[in-house]
């Protein structure tokens, strides 16, 4: 779906029957995501989806993998950027891809258990996810954010 405005081109990549999603924002160097989902846990898991769809991230059916994690931050801003950036670093380092979330957030700490398979093919690099204008902001669905990614 295509959606004009303000100048500026949305595409809408996917939505989710449970109310979370994403979509690619234009910008003018880098790429950019736009998130949105009932709470927190939602919020990562919509923008671990949208960063891995923005990559062109295909991966294997097997052997699946996986990776505990535990993260802690000052606020919501900053445990999205660091469990995007572990995500990154997974998938460079290891050639590791999680598409099974179970994400549980208390406060400002994440316990992710990450189930994923290994990376067939990225289309291209994201360098880092930035705090560029980054704001967690609640709505009447829920919370949303933009993210500008690094390419």
Not at 79 to 87: I, S, T
Not at 115 to 134: D, E, F, N
């Amino acid at each position: 779906m295509i959606a004009e405005g303000n100048a500026q081109r949305i595409i809408i990549l996917m939505i989710h029957a449970n109310d979370e999603g994403f979509e690619e924002i234009t910008h003018t160097a880098d790429l950019s995501l736009h998130v949105w989902a009932a709470d927190l846990g939602g919020l990562l898991r919509a923008a671990a989806r949208g960063l891995y769809a923005l990559m062109g991230v295909r991966w294997a059916a097997e052997p699946r993998l996986q990776a505990e994690l535990v993260l802690q931050a000052e606020d919501a801003e900053s445990l999205l950027v660091q469990f995007l950036a572990e995500l990154l670093y997974r998938c460079e380092m290891e050639g590791a891809v999680f598409d099974d979330l179970a994400l549980i957030v208390e406060g400002c700490t994440l316990r992710a258990v990450l189930g994923g398979s290994p990376a067939t093919a990225v289309g291209r690099m994201v360098k880092a996810v930035t705090y560029h204008a980054l704001e967690v902001r609640p709505t009447p669905r829920g919370l949303e954010a933009t993210l500008v990614l690094d390419v």
